[in-house]
């Protein structure tokens, strides 16, 4: 089939060039010319496992390429992706839809016979009917079925979310289209992925209520450890009690600094604003947002804590600055609000990220970045360990020992065992777990 896919940023490149994967002849728009300049030089914006490989591989094959010219590519299209950004508008936390909006005009000008305008972007409820509705209005001869398909792809590991998907939910209200979407996704359907075909409205509050229940799921893990550290109980341990009930699961139940990325923060609160718009208020929503936001600055007070309560004119080394690891993504990290409460203390911070630092030069001021971890911790009275990145999870102690100025370690996402890390003569903190290191 000949696609389009309206968009090259994180869910536009990685949905393109897996379709592209599939045999589809697929071409990426983008409206910035510098994007599609560095991708046809082979240059990917973002950092994904895998990713720069599948690309080279399937424009080497002729069925991937790039473009700034929504004109030819949506006119030669059976259909048409958006796949545009929706961040959080800047005032009231509703979802910003200009992108979304914007495209659907310009793919109303310049499409021809039967296309299926399908949204991949992250929208609320009713964000279909308005692009038909703008479609219809631009170009009345227009012959289109306008569809939700949102996407459900982990940061990381986007590329194997995309192969081997839990379900695609797939909203029309325009039976045509079955279909189509049928066809664009048969490589996955014969492999038994689940489809599950439903209205437009509803696939595109799944894409929400989802979200909204793995952010409630990693808040309501980290109030637990919160009660653990003042009952003396352990949260590893905990979440494995609860997690092994099947209701339950285990995934999504590890305790640490709260959620951040470019879904979960932007996502929940767009649903919150959407249920207010509807008079149905989801205050466990509304409450899980305003926990996660406080939760992150008093990670950074737990730090201040676990060095004696006073960090003016003292180093705090943080590794990981990415809200997840394997990624370049640095949106809502809770290593902005960590070091920016370190600052506000008195503290000189230096950091480390495998991927994240050219990104978070952009976002953090007055941060020193190493070379490695060892280059962090040099100097420093203690370090913190914010996103667990694998290279963090073997740490040479007696070298870091002998560079920084006090052995104190701070673990924000329990990658390590107390008795582990005091045997070298540290003093750690952990998340949830007991103070004095009883754990089997």
Not at 56 to 80: C, H, I, K, W
Not at 361 to 383: E, P
């Amino acid at each position: 089939m000949h696609i389009t896919m309206i968009g090259s940023g994180y869910v536009g490149l990685v949905s393109g060039v897996c379709f592209a994967d599939f045999g589809h002849d697929v071409i990426c728009v983008d409206k910035d010319v510098g994007k599609i300049e560095a991708l046809l030089k082979g240059e990917i914006p973002i950092f994904e496992p895998g990713l720069e490989q599948l690309v080279a591989d399937n424009v080497r094959a002729g069925r991937l390429s790039f473009s700034t010219d929504v004109e030819t590519s949506v006119a030669a299209s059976d259909v048409v992706f958006i796949a545009v950004g929706t961040p959080s508008r800047r005032g009231d936390g509703h979802a910003d839809l200009s992108y979304v909006y914007a495209a659907a005009r310009e793919i109303a000008e310049h499409v021809k016979g039967f296309t299926v305008i399908v949204t991949k972007s992250t929208v609320p409820v009713g964000t279909g009917d308005e692009v038909e509705r703008i479609i219809r209005e631009t170009n009345p001869d227009a012959d289109v079925a306008v569809v939700s398909n949102p996407e459900f792809l982990r940061e990381g590991a986007a590329i194997e979310d995309f192969k081997r998907p839990d379900r695609i939910v797939i909203g029309l209200n325009d039976d045509r289209a079955r279909g189509v979407m049928t066809e664009v996704y048969r490589p996955l359907y014969l492999n038994q992925a689940p489809l599950l075909f439903t209205a437009r409205r509803t696939s595109e509050l799944i894409k929400y209520a989802a979200n909204a229940f793995l952010a409630m799921k990693i808040t309501f893990i980290n109030e637990i450890a919160d009660l653990c550290e003042k009952v003396g109980a352990n949260v590893q341990e905990v979440s494995r009690g609860i997690g092994l009930d099947g209701r339950i699961g285990s995934k999504f139940l590890h305790a640490g600094p709260g959620y951040g990325g470019s879904c979960f923060p932007k996502d929940t609160l767009a649903l919150a604003k959407t249920a207010q718009d509807f008079d149905s208020p989801v205050r466990l929503i509304e409450t899980t947002i305003s926990i996660n936001d406080n939760r992150k600055r008093a990670m950074g007070r737990k730090v201040i804590a676990a060095m004696g309560g006073d960090i003016r004119g003292k180093t705090v080394a943080v590794l990981g600055l990415t809200f997840k690891p394997n990624t370049d993504d640095m949106r809502d990290s809770p290593a902005i609000s960590v070091i920016q409460t370190l600052q506000d203390g008195g503290a000189t911070v230096t950091g480390y990220d495998p991927e994240g630092m050219d990104n978070a030069r952009q976002l953090i001021n007055d941060v020193t970045y190493a070379d490695d971890a060892y280059g962090a911790a040099r100097g420093a009275d203690a370090l913190v360990i914010v996103t667990e990145w694998n290279q963090f999870r073997a740490l040479d102690f007696a070298r870091l020992k002998s560079v920084m100025n006090a052995p104190v370690l701070v673990d924000l996402r329990n990658i390590y065992r107390h008795d582990e890390v005091t045997k070298h003569g540290f003093v750690y903190t952990s998340i949830g777990r007991p103070m004095n290191g009883a754990e089997l």
